[in-house]
């Protein structure tokens, strides 16, 4: 299960939320797992999960947008390769060549928590400094 701390927030209520949202989603997902869910739910959640965080994605590049952050680009990069990962995931899934385990989940909440404490709190910096 993944703990929200407070030292993971952006200072932003709304994208605070998003990312709060998402660990959820990650923990169904884990969950999942644990009770040995059918192929076709644990599908349906990584869908979930790949839809949601390309939302997340594009409310805070709109928000790093409006504050004039000079990393946009790299940090659009980043969550565009995230998201290309999971995609491959979800592909590798359907065609029977992964069994989706506890690493999988390990590695989406850790790439999470680590981009969140690193490039999110960056621009939440620069938005406080400004
Ligand atoms: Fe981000
Ligand atoms: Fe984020």
Avoid at 17 to 27: M, T
Avoid at 33 to 45: F, T
Avoid at 65 to 74: G, R, S
Wanted: charged content about 30%; aromatic content about 10%.
């Amino acid at each position: 299960m993944i703990m929200w701390t407070d030292d993971l927030s952006v200072k932003n209520q709304q994208i605070d939320k998003e990312h709060q949202q998402l660990f959820q989603l990650i923990d169904n997902f884990y969950i999942g797992i644990m009770d040995n869910s059918p192929r076709e739910r644990l599908e349906e959640l990584i869908i979930g999960l790949v839809d949601y965080t390309s939302t997340h994605f594009e409310n805070e590049e709109k928000h790093m947008l409006l504050m004039n952050y000079p990393d946009l680009e790299a940090h659009r990069k980043l969550h565009q390769h995230f998201i290309e990962k999971v995609k491959n995931y979800h592909e590798r899934l359907i065609s029977g060549k992964l069994i989706l385990s506890i690493e999988v989940t390990n590695f989406l909440k850790d790439w999470l928590v680590n981009h969140i404490k690193g490039s999110d709190q960056q621009y939440a910096a620069f938005d406080e400094n400004r």
